[in-house]
């Protein structure tokens, strides 16, 4: 389900970078274009986060770590 609603976001397709799993979609990590939720239905860009997402890592309490590269490099907590 998710590779047929990533072709319709130029955005994001083709630069994945990390893939989070959880119950009520996915968290998806892309080069450049930031992080995006999937729920299932749709794709949708959440604007916490721009730039270079390459690892994302859940954090046991709902919320996740992204771990970025370039200018930005680094860890960052987002908490539910």
């Given amino acids: 389900a998710l590779e047929a609603v990533l072709p319709e ?4 397709a083709g ?3 990390a893939l989070l799993p959880d119950a009520e979609g996915a968290w998806v990590g892309s080069a450049g274009a ?5 729920d299932g239905r749709s794709l949708r860009r959440d604007t916490r986060i721009a730039g270079d997402v390459t690892a994302l890592c859940s954090d046991g309490r709902g919320g996740l770590f992204a771990g ?7 860890v960052v ?3 539910r």
């Fill in 9 to 12: 976001e130029g955005d994001v």
């Fill in 15 to 17: 630069s994945i970078r």
């Fill in 34 to 38: 930031g992080l995006w939720r999937y």
């Fill in 68 to 74: 970025l590269a370039g200018g930005g490099g680094g």
């Fill in 77 to 79: 907590h987002l908490p």
